[in-house]
């Protein structure tokens, strides 16, 4: 990525304080800025998908694809998913976190036992996108917990992403986007990142976004130059697979905001690609 010459450590520490605090501003006003944001989501998104991204065929190359959740991979890239897998194309399929905090504190949850439901569901869901279970892999590290790993804790799981990435040589990654409005869907593009710098793997990384158009609307996390590079796949075809595979996340339907899972049924997926040296 090409890195400007001027004073980049205080611009980024500027930025980070200004991501903080906006944060916590869009917190106190989330109860008045929700009707706002769910009337625009959708709208913004259709604009996303239909004007503001330029089309691409399907990329016949090999993918990892890093979901922080179960369930990342199939709202992401899940037609993109099946369309390789019907062309005969390897992809393999990394679940980053163990699940356990999708019901939050809800009473009377069970948590050792939603971590095997969301790992059940999750391998059903991409057995329908066509990808066997040898090809999935979990790294169990905690739910909501991503930003805040130790150090030893992380650079296990940077080292066994980049021990991934040597042995199988992806040609492209996907990963959720590196503003994705939530922190294991940021942390696991970190992650990602440090796996990609350590195992030294030429590759294209594309970035999914999950959260960040339907969470967006009132802070937008995209600049310019990331809306000007937005690419659609029209992935029509493994639609209705895709919505299987989303309906076999039975335990996750429910604990999902209205309105969410409708922008990963319109027929295309949106990806934004990293700009690297290599
Ligand atoms: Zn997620």
Redesign the pocket.
């Known amino acids: 990525m090409t890195q400007s010459t001027a004073t980049p450590a205080p611009r980024a520490a500027r930025r980070s304080v200004w991501r903080a605090v906006s944060r916590r501003v869009l917190r106190v006003l989330a109860p008045v800025l929700r009707p706002v944001r769910d009337w625009q989501a959708p709208r913004i998104h259709q604009w996303m998908m239909h004007q503001a991204s330029k089309p691409i065929e399907l990329p016949g190359k090999s993918a990892l694809v890093i979901a ?2 179960h ?2 991979e199939t709202f992401g890239c899940g037609g993109l998913i099946a369309l390789k897998r019907d062309a005969g194309v390897h992809v393999k399929i990394v679940i980053v976190t163990d699940g356990r905090q999708s019901h939050g504190s809800v009473p009377g949850t069970d948590v050792d036992a939603l971590t095997q439901t969301r790992k059940r569901e999750a391998l059903r869901a991409i057995n329908i996108l066509g990808v066997a279970g040898e090809d999935v892999h979990f790294l169990d590290l905690p739910d909501q917990g991503l930003l805040k790993l130790d150090e030893a804790r992380r650079k296990q799981a940077v080292a066994q992403l980049a021990d991934l990435l040597r042995t199988f040589r992806p040609e492209e990654l996907y990963v959720n986007h590196r503003t994705d409005r ?1 922190p ?2 940021e942390a696991a593009y970190r992650l990602t990142e440090s796996a990609i710098a350590e195992a030294a793997v030429p590759l294209r990384v594309n970035q999914n976004p ?1 959260r960040l158009i339907w969470k967006g609307p009132c802070r937008v996390s995209l600049r310019p130059k990331d809306l000007a590079g937005a690419l659609r796949l029209d992935v029509r075809a493994a639609q209705e697979r895709k919505d299987r595979a989303i309906a076999l996340y039975a335990s996750q339907l429910p604990v999902l905001p209205p309105g969410f899972v409708g922008q990963f049924q319109q027929g295309y997926e949106l990806f934004f690609p990293t700009e690297r040296a290599n």
């Open positions: 922080p959740h369930d990342d939530h294991d869907h999950n």
